[in-house]
């Protein structure tokens, strides 16, 4: 019986733009960003960032040698933050009532410390809370040292939430992470990024409790 849902946040909680961020390190002088950028995992110096091997502050250093101009803390947020296209109501509206029903409800996300600093503030729900205030749990993938879709990013969480992989429905935008999480049995959702998924959630959640 599924007792958590876990949900991703880009493509779920928030919907995303996939060219934006392109453009943006473009912007500010990476000029190969659309060779170092995929939508759902970072390779070289950008997974190092996402994987936690490298902090934000080596990410802004590296960055700005690759570009071979200085970039600031802000100029790096400014580019991520392209990924980030609204926040809509009904996802965080369907997070509280999911969590009223009696469910608890984490993050499962590969992400970084410049959307973070965002997601953490009031700015984030556009009414004054931060991501946090809809969750009990975040899994962030850069404080985890795993990414999806590695199955040790699931069996970190399995252990520390102290729970079976039947126990926990995960909502994704993205087929390889789902795939990777079902193989060891979790119930999984996909959802197209932009698109509402909240009636599906519940029909899932309708149906566990028989």
């Known amino acids: 019986m599924i007792k958590t849902v876990a949900f991703d946040l880009g493509g779920v909680i928030m919907t995303i733009d996939n060219d934006e961020p392109v453009r943006r390190f473009k912007e500010i002088g990476v000029s190969d960003a659309d060779r170092l950028l995929d939508p759902y995992v970072q390779s070289g110096f950008f997974g190092d960032l ?73 700015d984030f729900s556009g009414d004054g809370h931060p991501l946090s205030h809809y ?13 999806k879709p590695s199955d040790l990013f699931f069996r970190y969480i399995l252990r520390e939430e102290q729970t079976q992989p039947d126990e926990i429905l995960f909502v994704d935008d993205s087929a390889r992470n789902c795939a990777s999480a079902s193989e ?27």
């Not at 926040?87 to 992400?111: H, K, W």
């Not at 969750?135 to 990414?147: H, K, Q």
């Not at 932009?194 to 959640?205: I, P, S």
């Open 135 to 147: 969750l009990d749990r975040m899994y962030r993938s850069y404080e985890m040292g795993e990414m």
């Open 50 to 122: 996402e994987d936690g091997s490298i902090g934000e502050e080596e990410f802004r250093q590296r960055l700005s040698e690759h570009a071979g101009r200085e970039l600031t803390w802000e100029q790096c947020q400014y580019a991520w933050k392209g990924y980030v296209t609204r926040v809509p109501r009904y996802t965080l509206d369907a997070l509280l009532q999911i969590r009223e029903l009696g469910y608890r409800t984490i993050l499962a996300s590969n992400t970084n410390g410049f959307i973070q600093a965002w997601a953490n503030s009031p």
């Open 184 to 210: 060891l049995g979790f119930r999984t959702l996909c959802p197209q990024n932009g698109v509402d998924w909240t009636a599906d959630v519940m029909q899932v959640l309708r149906s566990n409790r028989g």
